[in-house]
């Protein structure tokens, strides 16, 4: 709950707040829920010509 407080800004509610220091702690965790809407958008870009393909690489 802290490290939200420390994010929290004014206009902002507790769960924004409480996301963006998720999101900045575990930028994984970012990456996949930027990848999960895209799958959900899948067959949208499809229909509309765009293909999204993602490698990974490990350093």
Known sequence: MSL???HRSE???LKEAARLALYTLFPVVR???LLSQLQK???FLLQHGY???YA???L
Request: charge should be neutral; aromatic fraction near 0%.
């Open 4 to 6: 939200t407080m420390l």
């Open 11 to 13: 206009g902002m509610t």
């Open 31 to 33: 990456l996949n829920h």
């Open 41 to 43: 958008e899948r067959e």
């Open 51 to 53: 293909s999204l393909s």
């Open 56 to 58: 990974r690489c490990n």
